[in-house]
């Protein structure tokens, strides 16, 4: 079992800013990728950014490319995510979720999530 507990969210005005966080336990391998997808109602459900630990790869979904950035530390299993730039179309709850893959051009989440944040881009 992997838990995922996240951090951040909320809402802001076009053009803002906003930092989510997330930090993994339990059975976490270290081929599991750490990142973000989101959904909004109606709407399938999008991979928005991801880290691949042991290959050191990122991906963005085009949206998001050159807004938001993902970093994260290995030693404590936390990945962040700056969003930036933040448009209305970014508002969706956005979840933190291992990924089976995650390479520059494409992502899949995992089994695992966490219970999701807000994000709420409006003005």
């Known amino acids: 079992q992997v838990q995922l507990v996240e951090s951040g969210g909320g809402q802001v005005q076009p053009g803002g800013s906003l930092r989510l966080s997330c930090t993994a336990s339990?059975?976490?391998?270290?081929?599991?990728?750490l990142g973000w997808f989101r959904q909004v109602p109606g709407k399938m459900r999008e991979a928005v950014s991801c880290?691949?630990?042991?290959?050191?790869?990122?991906y963005y979904t085009d949206s998001v490319k050159g807004r938001f950035a993902i970093s994260g530390d290995n030693d404590k299993n936390t990945v962040y995510l700056e969003m930036n730039g933040l448009k209305p179309e970014d508002t969706a709850v956005y979840y933190c979720?291992?990924?089976?893959?995650?390479?520059?051009?494409?992502?899949?989440?995992?089994?695992?999530w966490g219970q999701g944040t807000q994000v709420t881009v409006s003005s």
């Open positions: 979720a291992t990924f089976l893959w995650c390479g520059i051009t494409n992502a899949h989440w995992g089994d695992y």
């Open positions: 339990g059975s976490i391998s270290e081929k599991d990728g």
């Open positions: 880290l691949s630990r042991h290959q050191g790869t990122a």
